[in-house]
């Protein structure tokens, strides 16, 4: 294995033991360093990568996907540093999200559009004009948070109250998107 010096790569490395665990807070401080921060990444086995997951999962499934997530994320980058050569993440499991059933009623969906009409007189809701704007665009065309926020006005029809966003913009590139408003 490469020598490494901590900082170039956020790797920490010595010939006796190996590659420490990125020090920056991506690395989920709550849960993965308690756990493993003191040990070489070269140390941890799959199974243990696992087990780990599976006790989080046990709790919230979203927080074992992220942390799963964010272990495979740091020994991939290990490995393209070349500081380890493998990654006991890789095959790990955790349960699979399970969509949501509920949607606003009529009278909470009112009520969001009212306090986007003008977000300054509610207490407690700091959200710029634009913002506003955009959350209501969302809620008229039924598109996603990212897709709106980045409409161009070419991609607006006002006589049609037409909405037409290009395939390399929305989420299944092959499909450009309409929406009525």
Same mark, same amino acid.
């Given at each position: 294995?490469?020598r490494?010096?901590?900082?170039?790569?956020?790797?920490?490395?010595?010939?006796?033991?190996g590659a420490r665990?990125?020090?920056?807070?991506?690395?989920?401080?709550?849960?993965?360093e308690?756990?493993?921060?003191?040990?070489?990444?070269?140390?941890l086995?799959?199974?243990?990568?696992?087990?780990f997951?599976?006790?989080i999962?046990?709790k919230s499934?979203?927080a074992?996907?992220?942390?799963?997530?964010?272990i495979?994320?740091?020994y991939n980058y290990?490995?393209?540093?070349?500081?380890?050569?493998?990654?006991?993440?890789?095959?790990?499991e955790?349960t699979r999200?399970?969509?949501?059933?509920r949607?606003? *009623?009529?009278?909470? &969906?009112?009520?969001?559009?009212?306090? +986007?009409?003008?977000? @300054?007189? /509610?207490? #407690?809701?700091?959200?710029?004009?634009g *913002?506003?704007?955009? &959350?209501?665009?969302a809620?008229l065309t +039924?598109?996603?948070? @990212?897709? /709106?926020? #980045?409409?161009h006005?070419?991609?607006?029809?006002?006589?049609?109250r037409l909405?037409?966003?290009?395939?390399?913009?929305v989420?299944?590139p092959?499909?450009?998107?309409?929406?009525?408003?």
């Open positions: 294995m490469r490494r010096r901590k900082g170039a790569t956020g790797l920490m490395h010595d010939e006796s033991d665990w990125p020090t920056n807070g991506a690395t989920l401080p709550g849960l993965i308690p756990r493993f921060g003191k040990r070489p990444m070269t140390d086995t799959r199974a243990e990568v696992q087990r997951v599976d006790e999962d046990a499934p979203a074992a996907r992220i942390t799963r997530n964010v495979r994320q740091a290990a490995i393209r540093q070349e500081a380890i050569d493998r990654n006991p993440a890789q095959f790990s955790v999200g399970v969509s949501r059933e949607v606003l *009623t009529e009278g909470e &969906l009112r009520a969001v559009w009212k306090a +986007l009409e003008e977000p @300054g007189k /509610v207490r #407690g809701l700091d959200l710029a004009p *913002t506003a704007l955009a &959350l209501k665009l809620m +039924l598109q996603r948070g @990212g897709e /709106v926020i #980045g409409i006005a070419r991609e607006i029809d006002r006589k049609a909405l037409t966003l290009p395939g390399e913009r989420k299944k092959s499909h450009p998107r309409r929406a009525a408003f």
